[in-house]
């Protein structure tokens, strides 16, 4: 099976990511996973508690955000930095038609110069490309969902 390479423009930049073999991508995924699992436990929660008869108009608990938020960043920065490095080395980005491939420093640099939040979306697209079908499988309901009756 032929890795798949999917490109996407972000805020005016065009970032083309190359699914990354298993031998990187599964221990990156592994990472990912210890990262966010609590988070998504925290989502949740305040998924539950809009479910539980919560203000329809506020999809998400706000204090559960909050909580998501303080665990996402628990142990520090250096492993969210770390993993947003990783989810972009080796991938490239298009920028006013210069391309950049993110395999040095100054790659990074240049190419995300006074766009930081560029790339934190850049990085979520690339954990997309590469584990897109991880997420479909995770039995999220939708936001503002309400129980039935039958669920009471």
Do not use: H
């Not at 073999?21 to 949740?44: D, G, H, N, T």
């Not at 706000?62 to 947003?84: I, P, Y």
């Amino acid at each position: 099976m032929q890795r798949k390479t999917e490109s996407r423009q972000i805020d005016g930049l065009t970032v083309v990511v190359c699914q990354l073999p298993p031998l990187k991508a599964y221990p990156l995924a592994a990472r990912l996973m210890a990262l966010i699992s609590p988070v998504l436990a925290e989502i949740a929660t305040g998924l539950g508690a809009v479910a539980e008869g919560g203000d329809a108009e506020m999809p998400l608990d706000l204090t559960a955000v909050s909580g998501a938020l303080t665990r996402l960043f628990a142990g520090g920065t250096d492993e969210v930095v770390q993993l947003t490095y990783d989810l972009l080395r080796n991938q490239k980005v298009i920028r006013d038609g210069k391309s950049y491939d993110l395999v040095s420093d100054d790659a990074f640099n240049f190419a995300f110069e006074g766009a930081v939040p560029v790339m934190l979306k850049a990085a979520i697209f690339s954990a997309e490309v590469n584990f897109g079908d991880f997420w479909s499988g995770v039995p999220l309901p939708p936001a503002g969902a309400r129980p039935s009756q039958a669920d009471k």
